[in-house]
């Protein structure tokens, strides 16, 4: 295919054929996830997927399902237990929000997940993106999920730019739900998902093997650049406050520790903010202290 500057009528039909056609031949079909409707199922692997890659996720979620198969059995679950099964999965919180969430809906609503959406929203790590993924991924609800990947093949194909920050978040919300299809949302937001993560990648979009090329403003505009400045210098990780309230947690996993032990391990840099750190873990329910120096995680 050949990018020309013209602007094309969008056809959400067209669209919506090209992408069921390719993801029938070449979505992402076997992710354990996608094999069960289960609400407590497709809530574990939503909270995993928040900032952590699929294949490092997927030995995870079996392991995680295998010990806490339902929301009863997370619910009886020891906070300490859940905080060590998280082990490498990065941002602990994720793994109290579940446990906080799941005896949420076995003491409120009675072990079922309640869809009545204050009651869903009020569940923690259940945010808008959540939420809506649940909807759509266990019930069929027609609703725009937008993950990065959607908002990013949506902005390109439909806004016609090279970023989903370029556009006013309403309006890639309005540009996503205008190709939902009547039936069929789950399969629909999936293979946009796909196509977000497979072809139409942030750095090096696939376009001459993309089945929505044809339809696609920012190809046929010829790719022009993003009118957002890049972002500026990441800090490397191990200046971070995270990396050093990772590393805390992952020394209370084994048992508790003294406050010198947990100063002397950290990097120096970090060391003068060590108590910060510790009262950021106690207020977020991640590390409680024992004695007057000394550090656990939570009991129960
Ligand atoms: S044509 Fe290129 S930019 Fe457009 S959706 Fe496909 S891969 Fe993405």
New binding site residues.
Partial sequence: ?TATSATPEIDPAAIRRALAAWYADRGRHDLPWRQTCDPYAVLVSEVMLQQTQVERVIPYYAAWLERWPSFGALAAALPADVITAWRGLGYNRRALALHTAARRVVEVHGGELPWEPAALHALPGVGPYTAAALRCFVRGEPVPVLDTNIA??VA??LAGV?RPREVPPGQLVAATRSLLPAEGAREHNLALMD??AL???ARA?????????A??????AG?PPARTSPKSAALPFESTARYARGRIIDRLRSGPAAEDELRAMLPESHRPRLREYLAGLERDGLAVPIGSAAWALPPG
């Fill in positions: 295919m990013r093949v390109r194909v090279a196509l977000g072809v139409c990648t979009p696939g376009c001459f093997e993309c089945p929505l090329a339809e696609c403003r920012w190809w046929l790719q």
